[in-house]
């Protein structure tokens, strides 16, 4: 991990993630934002290889130690399920649509017992963090 990517530790669980995903101004805005980080020459599309520039940083949750093979077979199952038109690329409706449905599973996985997590400040899931603790 690069020096410059701040970590916090985070408690979390399902109802926190799922709860942020059906706020669906916030949810949108934090897509919009992600969305501009890897579309990063405005094309309004993301490849594979612009996948690649931000993955870890968009969930990282044990992505570091995941080998460049499994790494691969993550990026062709995105594509594979989401790149409607074999393109490609995501659009920004089809990168909306992985991210909930990654948001979704891994808030299904922490279950409904707050855990601790240690999260990037602008990873998807500290955005979830900060949403719940902003609604109070």
């Not at 017992?113 to 602008?122: F, G, M, N, R, S």
Request: proline share 1%; with cysteine; charged share 35%.
């Amino acid at each position: 991990m690069a020096d410059d990517q701040k970590m916090s530790v985070a408690v979390i669980n399902e109802s926190t993630v799922k709860d942020f995903v059906q706020d669906s101004k916030a949810f949108e805005k934090c897509v919009d934002e992600q969305f501009k980080v890897f579309d990063s020459k405005g094309e309004g599309a993301i490849s594979w290889a612009d996948m690649g520039r931000g993955y870890g940083k968009l969930m990282a949750l044990e992505y570091e130690k995941q080998s460049e093979e499994e790494i691969k077979c993550l990026y062709d199952s995105i594509f594979e399920r989401f790149d409607e038109e074999k393109n490609g690329t995501l659009n920004r409706e089809q990168f909306k649509r992985f991210m909930k449905e990654m948001m979704l599973a891994m808030g299904q996985s922490f279950g409904d017992v707050p855990i601790q997590v240690a999260l990037e400040h602008d990873s998807m899931l500290m955005k979830a963090v900060q949403h719940e603790l902003s609604r109070g």
